[in-house]
């Protein structure tokens, strides 16, 4: 018989085995880490990846990380003198006696379809060297009494009472609830519905991977949300805060058909309410749908007192199948026990594809021999994490198959399976498939036989999970979760002055929760808010605006009077931090604007607006200091002295920003005495224009703008170059203020009073040499106009403005050879020059190029 055929492998005589049985929240895992602990080594094998890691870290707090193995399917991580090990159930040493403490905690689930087998095979083989312990529920005690002679039976009361609370619509659940359903589309949509009217809840589903489904706990177990939304995945040893348990249904599809919960699934799924020794109520969800959505009183009271039929059979498959052939194979795991309490399994995913790919002759073809066999059993039992099902399961493992039949994975191809699910975007469910898909290939980088560099492939699919967890979480709970409206409904109450505002740098937060901005002193509520939190947020920050306006207004006032606020005047506009805060509008005169602030500040307390208006007109005054030349102008404008003409000019030129032509001022009618006034003033008078040379600079220029839109002054098309170079190009700035037009170039006021000058100079120096009368000419080296950036052609014509006339030199006579005469110049007083420039044609653009070119010679 095939129980009797491994009778001998095995011991199944006990030694020390005691079962610790009873409902949740008993301790009896707390006791199973207190027993390892006593003990020199052992081990204790879960039904969960992610409670062995939670016990792992336990342990290695109290055993140190060096000592502590974490053995899973998906990670390992043993050290070399590790003693304690911390297993899935299917990872955890059988038949090595050589641990002094052996535990299997969740041995209930022997009677599980799919797994049972395994906790079974547990149950009977495994065995500690001085102390064996069995955790699980109360209904496993007749199994353990029959199949493990001589065992201590211990049943442990609960904690705390579970009591049932009734139906409630979702509206109602209390906080710290955990609401379970039996579907992700039902998870998701009640999961959505708490987002909308209690700011979110975590998610927590078997499709999870450890680290996402321990990350969504701790924003619950953080008071972050109050609620958790789970499938059933909840009642296996997740321990958590929860007062109260609502089922969204009672009735679940076990992988074959869709049935009613058993008493024994609704308490382990209740029990999670209620911890240590505070009580926890359970109930249903109403307007779930299903006609199966309400406790029978018989449930109720099952429930209630820990009361469930027992157990009366296990799930058993030959732990060690004979690997002469597959048909051989298949028919010891289909061989059914011969103990009174073990039941053959059902057909698992393993042995499922295992037949399926019995009937591929490619993959039949390849195996040969015991060893072969073996180790094709071994890549069957490839857990299928993605949940697709047999058939396409069982096409991934024909796959791998194909590969390890003739040796191991090679690194090269390990990574790049890793690297092809390194991706960190896309929706929710598109991360559970990558994340389901990476935990393959970590099982299969964790076996010592299938894959070159094992350490190494294994540490990168980690850390490919790791990122995909995190990238899982941020979905889900940016899905999920609106933390304000969280806080604002647990905080808010009937007082929004309850709340704790305060503001960092432009952010206003509500119990650390951003819910808007300043800008300046404008309140902005989030964009991303929904309509219906608005109201909430705006009456949570109002209550709070006038303090946090003033210590604003405080803070800016300071800085302005040390000199190190960061305002800026733009358009006429005084601007803090990118706001407008303030305006400059017309007053007495141009140069004198009046502040007017914003209505804004109208929200800063009294007092403080007062010192901050009364700092912001100082820094006006500051900032339009570049202007005092033209100030001075105004000032003199209104002198008595003065007379009218001078008193009209300077009008002028302060409309003008301290720049005008000379032909058109009536300088030439003020006499002597107001023309020296007019230097003293600043004024330079040119031969083409008149200026204040202080005034030819970017940032005088660009503030008299901004003054003159306000005034309602006419403004040149132009704007300053930065950096007020000689000359520009005059393609697009025909009337850039402190410049003059020379047709394709402009010339600065000063550089072109500089070049006339220059050329005077010349002519002078020609009358000293002794070249008399009326005709008398002279040249002009161009060098320094072109050393400027002139065109010879602009720098002809800027003498022609300046009243000088070219003398052409004569051409060469037919047939000679040779370089022409220079151009020679003459210079006719501006009248006379008026009036033949009137009498003659004007010379073209061609003209003046050909100039230009005799010049450049």
Not at 632 to 661: C, N, Q, W
Not at 818 to 847: F, H, I, K, S, Y
Request: proline share 6%.
């Amino acid at each position: 018989m095939v129980h009797d055929r491994h009778a001998s492998s095995r011991n199944d005589a006990p030694s020390g085995v005691k079962a610790v049985l009873g409902p949740t929240n008993t301790g009896k895992t707390h006791l199973a880490i207190e027993r390892l602990c006593a003990h020199s080594s052992g081990a204790i094998g879960f039904p969960l990846r992610l409670l062995a890691r939670e016990v792992y870290d336990r342990v290695c707090k109290i055993k140190g990380e060096k000592s502590v193995a974490l053995i899973t399917g998906e990670e390992r991580i043993e050290p070399k003198d590790a003693r304690y090990l911390l297993c899935t159930v299917e990872a955890m040493p059988v038949t090595e006696r050589s641990l002094a403490f052996i535990a299997i905690d969740e041995a209930q689930l022997s009677a599980d379809r799919e797994r049972g087998h395994v906790f079974t095979d547990r149950l009977l083989h495994a065995r500690g060297r001085e102390e064996t312990m069995i955790l699980g529920s109360s209904t496993l005690e007749p199994m353990v009494k029959a199949l493990v002679p001589g065992v201590e039976v211990v049943t442990r009361p609960r904690f705390s009472t579970l009591t049932h609370a009734g139906a409630r619509k979702l509206s109602r659940i209390p906080p710290r609830s955990a609401i379970v359903a039996f579907s992700a589309e039902q998870v998701y949509a009640i999961a959505e519905m708490l987002r909308r009217f209690r700011g979110g809840a975590a998610v927590v589903m078997g499709a999870l991977s450890p680290q996402t489904r321990n990350a969504q706990v701790a924003l619950y177990q953080s008071g972050e949300v109050d609620y958790l939304v789970a499938t059933d995945a909840i009642g296996m040893g997740l321990n958590l805060d929860v007062e109260h348990v609502a089922f969204a249904g009672l009735s679940k599809f076990d992988g074959q058909r869709h049935r009613r919960l058993t008493t024994s699934e609704m308490a382990q799924i209740a029990g999670r309410a209620g911890r240590h020794q505070t009580d926890g109520t359970f109930g249903t969800l109403t307007g779930s749908g299903g006609h199966d959505s309400e406790f029978e009183p018989d449930e109720v009271y099952a429930i209630e007192e820990h009361r469930f039929p027992p157990l009366t059979k296990l799930f058993w498959r030959d732990p060690e199948p004979r690997f002469d052939s597959v048909a051989t194979l298949i028919a010891d795991l289909e061989t059914p026990p011969d103990r009174d309490g073990l039941v053959l399994a059902p057909e698992a995913i393993d042995l499922a594809v295992l037949k399926r790919l019995a009937d591929d002759g490619t993959v039949m073809d390849s195996l040969h021999g015991h060893a072969m066999v073996r180790r094709f059993w071994e890549v069957c039992r490839l857990p299928d994490f993605r949940q697709q099902g047999v058939e396409t399961h069982s096409r991934f493992v024909a796959r791998l198959w194909q590969d390890l039949r003739s040796g191991e994975l090679g690194a090269d191809y390990m990574a790049q399976q890793i690297a092809r699910l390194d991706l960190t975007g896309g929706d929710i469910d598109t991360l559970q498939g990558r994340i389901a898909a990476i935990r393959s290939w970590a099982y299969i980088a964790q076996r010592p036989d299938w894959v070159l560099a094992r350490d190494e492939m294994a540490a990168r699919a980690r850390a490919v999970e790791a990122r995909l967890s995190d990238a899982l979480h941020g979905k889900l709970t940016e899905r999920f979760i609106n933390r304000r409206t969280a806080v604002l409904m647990k905080k808010l109450g009937p007082d929004a002055g309850l709340l704790s505002v305060r503001l960092e740098d432009e952010e206003v937060l509500v119990e650390g929760e951003h819910i808007g901005s300043l800008h300046g002193f404008a309140f902005q509520v989030d964009p991303a808010a929904r309509l219906s939190d608005r109201k909430l947020l705006l009456a949570a920050a109002e209550r709070h605006l006038p303090g946090l306006l003033q210590s604003r207004a405080d803070a800016l006032t300071a800085a302005v009077h040390e000199g190190v606020a960061p305002l800026a005047l733009e358009n006429g506009a005084l601007n803090w931090e990118g706001a407008r805060i303030a305006a400059l509008t017309p007053g007495r005169s141009l140069l004198a604007p009046v502040l007017v602030p914003d209505r804004l500040l109208d929200a800063v307390p009294a007092p403080a607006r007062k010192a901050l208006v009364a700092a912001l007109e100082t820094w006006v005054e500051s900032a339009l200091e570049p202007l005092a030349p033209l100030a001075k102008l105004d000032e003199a404008s209104r002198s008595e002295e003065a007379g009218p003409d001078l008193r009209a000019l300077l009008i002028t030129l302060v409309d003008r920003g301290g720049m005008i032509a000379r032909e058109d001022s009536g300088v030439d009618r003020l006499d002597k005495g107001r023309r020296t006034l007019l230097a003293k003033l600043g004024v330079r008078v040119g031969a083409l224009d008149l200026f204040v040379p202080a005034m030819l600079r970017p940032a005088p220029i660009a503030l008299w703008r901004q003054l003159a839109r306000i005034t309602g002054h006419s403004v040149p098309g132009g704007e300053p170059d930065a950096a007020m170079p000689p000359t520009m190009d005059a393609t697009k700035r025909h009337k850039a203020p402190g410049y003059r037009n020379l047709g394709k170039q402009l010339v600065r006021l000063d550089i072109v009073e500089k070049l006339l000058r220059e050329a005077h100079e010349a002519r002078v120096g020609s009358d000293s040499s002794g070249n008399r009368g009326p005709s008398r000419s002279f040249s002009i080296d161009p060098a320094r106009a072109v050393s400027m950036g002139l065109t010879t052609g602009s720098y002809a014509r800027l003498l022609r403005f300046g009243g000088f006339q070219a003398m052409m030199p004569r051409p060469l006579a037919e047939g000679a050879h040779g370089p022409l005469a220079p151009v020679r110049w003459r210079w006719r007083p501006p009248r006379r020059q008026a009036e033949e420039v009137r009498e003659a044609p004007q010379r073209t653009d061609g003209a003046f190029a050909a100039l230009g070119e005799l010049l450049g010679r």
